[in-house]
């Protein structure tokens, strides 16, 4: 995928982004070949540096332990309907019997790995301890700063994703505020992908717009710089999208779109803050099935685990959920919906290879 049409302005807070991703991945490369030393743009700040070393870190650990199971993923995401939420036990018997993971019971992943299916497509990585305590305390932060749109978020009934009976407080009743919000630059409603203009999201329409960006810039540039290791092909789908995102805001006149792009730091279009809330198995159809979704978890919990029962997988911390643990418990989910690639005119990226994914054109 050539990158030369992409146009990121500097004034863009996804400008120190690239450069974040950039030096990332020359790290994971050099550490995997035996190069030289990478040396980081002055224009990455002492925290960040720190944390891409120690994601690159995580990363080649990860590289390292692939495990392998004998499903064809591919073709295993073709036999779900967009109507499969994951919640009808008796279908997913049914599914596992016909694309089974090739072992037997639950295989519990408690390190650093690669999940690979017989084509050598990369399904998933595990990266426990990727996350350096500066980002993880401003996660919280930021979570905090959300607080009053966590709490506005849950409802007494309907969809479990804001349904009262998912969530509860933290610990000693001093921990995040229980919750679930979602920010994005450009966001559609729900049946109106190809009706109208996407917006800005909720709750980056209020006056603290601009501190919420700034607050979640640095852990937004370091699930980017795992994303341009991971799958370079959706890294650079996901900034091109934005690109003609900021294009498109411009000569449209979008309302809020253009300054909200100015400070917006992830490459991927779409951030779920969760805070305290048990989540069923599910999945999430809005996503891209090529394109990974990056889940990041921070908290005093334990004994908590995110289970992919399609997979026969479970990990310690495709349909997945989070079992309740003790203590405050907060996630970031990262992803792409594909109706804003199709808005900016983004082609479908692929599937992650083990094979061509690591080394990627800058």
Partial sequence: MSTCDIKIWRTWALAITHEAGAYTEQKFNAEKTGGEPVIPSPNLDTDLVMACDRLADVLIKAYK????????????SK??????????????????????????GTKVVDKPATIIDVSGTIIAWYLPDALTETTQKEIRAATDL??????KSVKADGNWRYNQEWF?????????????I?????????????????????????????????????????ASAALRVMHPQQYFAGLRALSH???KAVSKELPQM??????????????????????????????????????????NYSNARMSMPSL???????????????????AWAWYMRDSVHIYAGVPSCGWAMVEGHILSTV
């Avoid at 959300?146 to 709490?151: H, I, K, Q, V």
């Avoid at 109208?196 to 919420?212: F, H, Q, Y």
């Fill in 79 to 104: 036999l779900i309907s967009p109507k499969n939420t994951g919640h009808n036990e008796e279908k997913e018997e049914k599914l596992l019997e016909r694309c089974p993971p090739g072992h037997e």
């Fill in 168 to 180: 509860k407080q933290g610990s000693e009743n001093v921990g995040s505020t229980p919750g679930c």
């Fill in 182 to 222: 979602n920010l994005s630059p450009a966001w559609f409603q729900q049946g109106h992908e190809n009706l109208s203009d996407p917006e800005v999201s909720a709750s980056l329409k209020g006056p603290s717009s601009e501190n919420i960006l700034k607050a979640i810039a640095r852990p937004a540039a370091i």
């Fill in 258 to 299: 253009p300054e909200t792009l100015q400070y917006w730091a992830s490459v991927f279009n779409s951030l779920s803050i969760i805070s305290n809330r048990e989540t069923p198995n599910h999945r999430d159809h809005l996503s891209i099935p090529e394109c990974f979704d990056i889940l990041t978890t921070v908290g």
């Fill in 146 to 151: 959300l607080g009053p749109s966590l709490e």
């Fill in 312 to 330: 026969q997988l479970e990990f310690r911390i495709v349909r997945h959920g989070v079992d309740g643990g003790e203590g405050d418990r907060i």
């Fill in 245 to 247: 995102l900021g294009d």
């Fill in 65 to 76: 332990n692939p495990i392998k199971i004998q499903i064809d993923i591919a073709r295993y």
